[in-house]
């Protein structure tokens, strides 16, 4: 088995745009290069390491798929931080109550047979 010679790694992402990327001065412009806008996120995303100074992907994906998705994970991030229940401290005197009067559960009685 060989040994490893890279064991610290890091994994970085970089977004590498088209040479006929935007913005665009018209929608003709934009159109002509391919795009539906004037100012695409054009492009790919790649995903790798670098190894001695020299970048490897091992991961490509179209540029604007990778920040829609970022987009929608902080729209995500931000509706569920938003309907989390905020706890609330009991008001005083409400800890201490409990049993049937207060709706909690009564303890268990040991079972006795009738004779």
Do not use: C, W
Not at 14 to 31: I, L, N, Q, T
Not at 48 to 76: H, M
Not at 86 to 94: F, I, L, N, S, Y
Request: avoid cysteine; proline fraction near 10%.
């Amino acid at each position: 088995m060989a040994d490893y010679t890279h064991t610290d790694l890091q994994v970085v992402g970089r977004h590498v745009p088209d040479g006929a990327g935007g913005p665009f001065d018209s929608m003709d412009h934009a159109k002509a290069a391919g795009h539906d806008t004037i100012n695409p996120v054009t492009g790919v995303y790649e995903i790798g390491v670098i190894i001695e100074g020299a970048f490897y992907p091992f991961l490509v994906e179209k540029a604007s798929l990778v920040f829609d998705r970022i987009e929608a994970a902080k729209a995500q991030a931000s509706a569920d931080a938003a309907s989390e229940p905020q706890p609330t401290a009991p008001a005083e005197g409400e800890a201490a109550a409990s049993g049937p009067q207060a709706g909690g559960a009564t303890p268990a009685q040991p079972y006795e047979p009738q004779g």
